[in-house]
């Protein structure tokens, strides 16, 4: 019995020398040994492998459905009818335009499916994607079961402990430098502190990064301005540099680790009742902007996560306090990983057990060049100026739906810019129509 706690004590010691000489103490000053990189490259080898061994019946065909405008689709509607209609005219077959785009947006629509994961292209061996585990060819369920052993039994104990000792470090570490007086040592040990705890969970993801456009990179003073994907943007993005937070006060864990972090670093936290309350928001945010010396604030003006295939409206606030945006784009590589948050599936703690049995997470950050509001540009034409720039750069669709969709009905609004849009088809020709002889008349007078 001895003998066996010997070993495993050995073992242990083993276990923390190697993750602390050859990941930890690499990741706090920003180096790699180049083992994720070899790590990524054999996984590609191997997805090839699968990919051409998969039937191409069961590749993911792209929605390529494309439809006119309102008037040209219920035109196709009326010629079907033996009774000819004036263009001005109400008819009953118009009525279908409307049942068949209802339908349409029940079984198939574009805001909805930015909700759930990604469709891949073909199988990443991981069971949890659309593409599940089903009998291919002996050799890849032998990779397959191989895969399941490697990702539970060997990197999600180490990427757990990463994680653990990366969390455990910010809160330790910000709270020993918050009793420190407000001068440069303390901002200089704050960003030092975050950099390396970030780099230390980044590696708890087995996450490659690559960073375009470093020129780009946000300044302090400035508002950065991302698409949102995952919880994990915040590390991702912190991993190459220091930003001020913004978001709502929690409790528990998370909340320990919110109350450390503004001890060092003047991180922007609101208290429930403030977040109702707009103008408390903004002023509180243009405080902070206001000092140039603080660190850049990070928002996601999307205000939930969508599925990295495209970017949804911005909220607006964000670009009404004035300054300097710096957008950046982010795009995930779905084939080892989804990093795609489905908080109506998934809770917190679910979500990051998923994150550490992923192949790794494979992400790509452009830093686009900074923005202003252009004289005469109201908030909302900027902001989906940003939007779009942050679109074109990361590949993405550009889409003009409201993110909060997710969890709401649709507005009002929406629907009677339908109806307005019909009652001009139809009673608009029809009050043409009907001025054009009074006009001819006062010619003639």
Not at 19 to 40: D, E, H, N, Q, R
Not at 208 to 227: D, F, L, M, R, S
Request: proline fraction near 3%; hydrophobic fraction near 40%.
């Amino acid at each position: 019995m001895d003998d066996l706690w010997s070993i495993a004590v050995v073992l242990l010691q083993v276990w923390f020398s190697v993750m602390i000489g050859f990941i930890m103490i690499p990741a706090m000053f920003g180096l790699s040994l180049g083992v994720t990189s070899v790590y990524i490259q054999i996984l590609v080898k191997i997805l090839e492998v699968t990919v051409r061994k998969l039937d191409e019946k069961e590749a993911y065909k792209p929605d390529s459905r494309e439809g006119g405008s309102m008037e040209q689709e219920m035109g196709e509607l009326r010629r079907y009818r033996t009774q000819s209609i004036s263009r001005g005219e109400f008819a009953l077959s118009d009525s279908f335009y409307f049942y068949i785009k209802g339908l349409e947006s029940i079984v198939d629509d574009q805001v909805t499916q930015r909700f759930s994961s990604e469709e891949l292209v073909s199988w990443n061996l991981l069971t949890r994607t659309n593409h599940n585990f089903h009998y291919i060819s002996l050799r890849l369920t032998v990779i397959w079961g191989l895969g399941v052993i490697i990702r539970y039994c060997v990197l999600f104990p180490l990427r757990i402990t990463l994680a653990i000792i990366g969390l455990t470090w910010l809160v330790i570490g910000t709270t020993l430098v918050g009793f420190l007086p407000n001068k440069r040592l303390k901002n200089w040990l704050s960003e030092l502190v975050h950099l390396m705890c970030y780099r230390i969970c980044a590696r708890g993801l087995s996450a490659t990064i690559q960073y375009h456009n470093k020129e780009n990179k946000p300044q302090k003073g400035g508002i950065c301005v991302a698409n949102h994907t995952s919880p994990i943007d915040i590390v991702i993005l912190a991993n190459d540099g220091c930003y001020a937070m913004v978001g709502q006060s929690h409790g528990g864990l998370m909340g320990v680790i919110q109350r450390s972090m503004v001890r060092s670093c003047p991180h922007v936290w609101f208290e429930r009742s403030e977040m109702r309350d707009r103008n408390a928001v903004t002023s509180r945010l243009r405080a902070h902007v206001a000092a140039k010396t603080n660190l850049p604030i990070l928002i996601f003006p999307e205000g939930t996560c969508i599925n990295n295939t495209s970017v949804m409206m911005f909220k607006k606030g964000s670009f009404e306090i004035g300054g300097t945006i710096y957008p950046v784009a982010i795009k995930y590589d779905p084939r080892f990983g989804d990093a795609f948050w489905n908080s109506a599936k998934y809770n917190m703690v679910n979500y990051l057990l998923r994150m550490m049995t992923s192949w790794a997470i494979v992400v790509n950050v452009w830093y686009l060049p900074p923005m202003t509001r252009r004289e005469g540009e109201d908030a909302a034409q900027f902001a989906n100026r940003v939007k779009s720039a942050i679109a074109h750069q990361g590949g993405l669709l550009d889409m003009a739906w409201d993110g909060s969709l997710k969890r709401a009905k649709v507005k009002e609004e929406f629907k009677e810019q339908q109806q307005k849009m019909y009652s001009s088809m139809v009673m608009g020709k029809k009050g043409r129509n009907s001025q054009e002889p009074h006009t001819e008349s006062t010619r003639r007078q």
